[in-house]
């Protein structure tokens, strides 16, 4: 199945969905995960660089999806921030901007329950349950082997960096992460694909993305809750 008429945060935000339970499961730092796939694909299409650890856009660049360039149009704004300052500045409205144009597109819809039988609450419903598990499968696939590298895409290399490194349950256990390190850091070469510069980026992004979830949890752990 082919997956790239959709962005890289609209893949991860897909890939919550749980198989086996038959719902999403994103988990409370889906907004870090999304946003980070968002930076990633900006990067990869040479919109975003780094300067001294400093994230950098190219002025004026667009990419024609209106979630990536209202990205783009924020980082051009707002003031100068790391990589990890970008997982978390403003990252819920990313991750609202891509449910709605996957609900736009027909891949989710958003659906009404009770919580206790009695309160309204908003839920929201996959529609193509078969492509949400095609890529569910291809990225296990991606993290897990036996393809080697080399022969991976480099959207579906960041794809499952992300996924793993956001630690997306559905995707990948705790177990699973600690089994795939050594795939993992390949594959965030890889998805720099043959500039040196762009693998240095994805590494940097990645080490952000993990840190910024670390201090989420330790923030939960600590009762000041996770930001964004």
């Not at 994103?26 to 975003?48: C, S, T």
């Not at 891949?107 to 349950?129: I, K, N, S």
Request: with cysteine; hydrophobic share 40%.
């Amino acid at each position: 199945m082919h997956f790239g008429t959709l962005s890289l945060p609209a893949r991860l935000y897909l890939l919550t969905w749980h198989p086996e339970k038959r719902r999403f499961t994103g988990g409370p730092d889906l907004h870090l995960v999304v946003r980070a796939g968002a930076l990633a694909e900006l990067a990869q299409r040479g919109m975003l660089m780094e300067a001294d650890g400093i994230v950098t856009p190219v002025v004026d660049a667009r990419t024609g999806d209106p979630v990536l360039d209202a990205l783009l149009e924020l980082v051009e704004q707002s003031r100068p921030r790391t990589w990890r300052g970008w997982m978390a500045h403003r990252s819920r409205a990313t991750l609202r901007a891509v449910r709605d144009q996957l609900a736009v597109h027909g891949y989710v819809r958003e659906g009404r329950r009770r919580v206790l039988g009695l309160f309204p609450a908003r839920h929201w419903e996959l529609e193509r349950v078969g492509y949400a598990e095609a890529l569910h499968a291809e990225t296990l696939a991606v993290l897990s082997g036996p393809q080697a590298v080399t022969e991976i895409a480099e959207s579906d290399a960041a794809l499952a960096v992300c996924a793993a490194t956001g630690k997306l349950r559905p995707v990948v256990t705790g177990g699973d992460r600690r089994r795939y390190q050594d795939r993992t850091e390949a594959l965030t070469d890889r998805s720099g694909g043959d500039s040196p510069e762009l693998r240095t980026l994805m590494d940097h992004l990645r080490k952000a993305l993990a840190s910024a979830v670390a201090a989420a949890e330790a923030a939960r752990s600590s009762g000041g809750g996770g930001g964004g």
